[in-house]
């Protein structure tokens, strides 16, 4: 399988006396779910910063593959002005969002839609559209279904699971039934 995520001993604090990653190492394959869990504060967050590039770690380094994210609140995810299909339309070929809508739930009618008009459970599916829509080789995953009631949120990810195949996923959750459940692996931070 191909390695998708590769943190090799990084280290980062917002300040050198007091780090948040010290000597921290993750590796990642196609066809895996990595599941970050751990208290408010210990820097899940700080981790998809830190991959997504917006954070530069103190010493380590990081190597990923081509990602899309999926972040806890779907309104930051999307510009207030524009419909949902344009912005998906924006980065992805819309390949195949016929048969994921279905698996979703969603109707085509939220596609056309701005983002405030749909609920934070809608948007979030669409956001979640989006992001398997670009096909990525890392799948970035902060509280994906937090805005999803329970049914909806064990069929997005099983949907997610169905679609591993070439991609790993990397998932923050608190909830740790739905890291027990998807996860090959744990991590806790703490």
């Not at 934070?120 to 009631?149: F, V, Y």
């Amino acid at each position: 399988m191909n390695t998708v995520l590769d943190i090799e001993n990084i280290s980062f604090g917002y300040t050198k006396d007091i780090l948040l990653f010290d000597n921290f190492s993750l590796s990642l394959k196609a066809g895996e779910i990595k599941a970050i869990v751990g208290p408010s504060g210990v820097g899940k967050s700080t981790l998809f910063e830190l991959i997504l590039g917006h954070r530069k770690p103190l010493s380590g380094f990081i190597r990923s593959s081509s990602f899309s994210q999926v972040f806890q609140d779907p309104y930051s995810s999307f510009h207030p002005t524009y419909t949902v299909r344009e912005q998906i339309k924006e980065v992805t070929s819309m390949e195949g969002y016929e048969l994921l809508l279905e698996k979703m739930g969603l109707e085509e009618a939220f596609l056309d839609s701005l983002p405030h008009k749909l609920s934070g459970g809608q948007l979030q599916r669409c956001s979640i559209l989006r992001a398997l829509l670009m096909k990525p080789k890392l799948l970035l995953l902060d509280e994906p279904t937090s805005a999803l009631d329970n049914l909806n949120q064990l069929d997005i990810m099983k949907l997610i699971v169905d679609n591993l195949e070439g991609m790993g996923v990397l998932l923050i959750t608190h909830d740790g039934d739905l890291a027990a459940w998807c996860a090959d692996e744990i991590v806790t931070l703490s």
